[in-house]
């Protein structure tokens, strides 16, 4: 059964126990009322009787016509109390019944008694006996009336008891059965409502915890049966999910231990037929150096070129899949401090170029270190490379505010690149120049923009051919230290 | 300046790999005899004069082990452990020459007891550089330990 419906039916139970009460206090009231008037009618009934019979008397000993008159009209009035008001309906008391005819038979006696007798031709002394006779039945007669309304005096006094009785066990059973309702109520809410819910506050907290394979089963059907089958179908589906989970991860781990085990295979297999290819080129330059025309010596520079560059192109691919393999670790890393290294170790490359380094101080930035340095690497010989043919070459690194949050850049006044092509920038193998002008691999924008992503970092750029190129990139909290400056270079 | 006794064991598979390596040594002038092993059980035979090298018994130890790590058989990690173990060939200076540049390889390598790592670079100039200093360093800068260490 619902809880719901349980509920209802305690609560019309109740009421229907309050209203029976109400309806028993106002029944025993009507009764007693009644009862009560019975009573005052009886009080009456008794007074004319006592009246009738003091006229009775009176009449029998003095024989006043003024007492056969009175006698008449008490006769009258004990018959009319005794046939209208409360008494009307012949009542369960049969001493009514008999009380009126009683009433009855004592005023034909009297009627009887003071009729004027035939003078003359009556015996005296049988005359004097028969009224005398007459007198001793009325006065029975008279006895058993007061009799009967005594009785029905003690009839009304007993009907109020009765109503008094029985109100009193009307309210005592009603109130036990209030008591044995609302001790049902509580039971119920206990049994079928605070028990469950404690199990499901238990059951939320073990899910909470991660024990997905808990189950609370429940068997009934009411509300909190239905909510703990859906807390079991939730658990279930999320169960469900996380296999999926496990199930993904694995296959992704798989995913990864097979590029793992490709890299490592490229890494060895590939690299070793360009070192042949190398290596042998140069033994035939170098013994066999008299035998060959310029042509020949030509081919294998350009084979030797060929063999080198592949084996670049193979190490920056590898550099790529294990910028995404790598674990990041996250910490608080000095920008500043290491833009600056990497301007140094470019400047002692090639001592003989003048490059003018901008580097603001105080850049910090959660990032992995080794990625980062890495990426700033990328976007750092970029700008040292296309600075080359620039005639007062400066390379800035800073902070700007980008919708309203700082962004780093690294900016150079190179020769820039076509805006129009910069959706191929980040691109694997894209590059914006021939390689004979710039050489390169168009790896390394790639690069940069995997590590920013691993990092969940924006990055972009923003150039035009012969007017330099800016890099931007905003971490999700780029800390600056420093007061805010002009514009980037570039 | 070079001792014709001091053996160099060179491990490697690759027939081009080894010439070259084979060609850069004798390029950096080194005179000392290089024995080739094309696998990881060969390899093993020869230090512990045991199999086709059984003739080998009573001979010493090579001065220096280069060893590859891809090979058939027993790669070189497996030939490592297995010097390593051994308490003859315990301290015998085992230089990895390889391609590879994974890092797992760099940590195996080196907490197997490698004592040194050298990565075959494709420009073959940058490897006669590198075969030059490794034959100079391990042949004649490096004070080797006694044959028969103390226990």
Redesign the interface.
């Known amino acids: 059964m619902k809880i719901s419906t349980t509920g209802r039916i305690i609560t019309a139970t109740t009421l229907g126990t309050i209203v029976l009460i109400a309806a028993m206090v106002g029944w025993a009231q009507a009764e007693v009322s009644a009862a009560d008037l019975q009573r005052l009618r009886a009080g009456e009934i008794t007074r004319a009787l006592s009246n009738l019979r003091l006229v009775t008397f009176e009449s029998i000993l003095h024989r006043p016509e003024r007492a056969r008159l009175q006698e008449q009209q008490a006769a009258a009035h004990l018959d009319q109390l005794l046939s209208n008001g409360p008494f009307a309906q012949a009542d369960p008391s049969t001493s009514l019944v008999a009380l009126r005819e009683r009433a009855a038979a004592a005023h034909r006696l009297f009627t009887e008694l003071v009729r004027p007798g035939v003078d003359g031709d009556v015996d005296i002394v049988a005359e004097q006996r028969y009224l005398a006779q007459l007198t001793t039945r009325l006065l029975l007669q008279h006895q058993e009336i007061a009799n009967d309304a005594f009785q029905l005096a003690d009839y009304t006094r007993a009907r109020i008891d009765a109503a008094q009785r029985r109100l009193i066990f009307v309210i005592l059973g009603g109130l036990s059965l209030l008591a044995l309702t609302t001790a049902l109520a509580a039971w119920l809410i206990h049994g079928k409502v605070l028990r469950p819910l404690r199990r499901i506050e238990e059951g939320t907290q073990e899910v909470a915890a991660g024990n997905l394979d808990f189950r609370l089963d429940f068997s009934s059907n009411d509300e909190i049966g239905r909510m703990a089958r859906n807390f079991d179908a939730m658990t279930d589906a999320l169960r469900g999910s996380f296999a999926q989970i496990e199930r993904s991860n694995h296959e992704l781990g798989a995913l990864n231990k097979e590029m793992e085990a490709f890299s490592y295979s490229v890494s060895h297999d590939l690299r070793a037929p360009l070192r042949s290819m190398d290596g042998f080129s140069l033994s035939l330059l170098e013994d066999y150096s008299d035998k060959l025309d310029d042509e020949g010596r030509d081919s294998l520079v350009r084979i030797r070129n060929a063999s080198q560059r592949m084996g670049r192109l193979i190490d920056e691919l590898l550099g790529l899949a294990r910028v995404t393999r790598t674990e990041l670790k996250v910490r608080q890393v000095d920008l500043s401090a290491m833009v600056r290294e990497i301007a140094e170790s470019l400047q002692q490359r090639q001592p003989e170029r003048s490059v003018q380094w901008q580097i603001d101080d105080g850049i910090e930035v959660r990032a992995d270190r080794a990625l980062l340095h890495i990426a700033l690497q990328n976007l750092l010989e970029n700008a040292w490379k296309f600075t080359a043919r620039t005639e007062a070459p400066v390379i800035r690194v800073g902070t700007v505010a980008h919708d309203g949050q700082p962004a780093c850049f690294v900016g150079d006044n190179g020769v820039g690149f076509d805006m129009s092509y910069a959706d191929r920038l980040f691109g694997a193998f894209q590059r914006m120049h021939h390689e004979s002008e710039f050489p390169g691999t168009g790896i390394g924008l790639a690069i940069v923009q995997r590590i920013f992503h691993r990092h969940e970092a924006a990055v972009w750029a923003h150039s035009a051919p012969g007017q330099g190129a800016t890099f931007y990139f905003k971490f999700r909290d780029t800390h600056d230290e420093r007061p805010r400056q002009g514009h980037p270079a570039g | 300046m070079n001792d014709p006794d001091k053996v160099i064991l060179l491990v490697e598979d690759?027939p081009?790999?080894e010439?070259?390596t084979l060609?850069a040594l004798r390029r950096s002038h080194l005179l000392n005899p290089i024995e080739v092993a094309r696998d990881g059980v060969e390899a093993l035979d020869f230090l512990f004069a045991r199999g086709t090298r059984a003739a080998r018994a009573g001979e010493p130890l090579p001065t220096l082990v280069i060893l590859d790590?891809?090979l058939p058989k027993l790669d070189g990690l497996g030939v490592l452990k297995a010097i390593r173990s051994e308490p003859r060939t315990r301290f015998l200076p085992v230089v990895i020459l390889?391609?590879?540049?994974?890092e797992r390889d760099l940590i195996s390598g080196y907490e197997l007891g490698a004592n040194s790592y050298v990565r075959?670079?494709?420009?073959?100039?940058e490897?006669l550089d590198a075969a030059k200093v490794l034959g100079i360093y391990w042949l004649m800068i490096n004070q080797l330990p006694p044959e028969r260490p103390a226990q």
């Open positions: 690759n081009d790999d010439a070259l060609r790590l891809k390889t391609s590879s540049q994974e075959k670079p494709v420009d073959f100039n490897f």
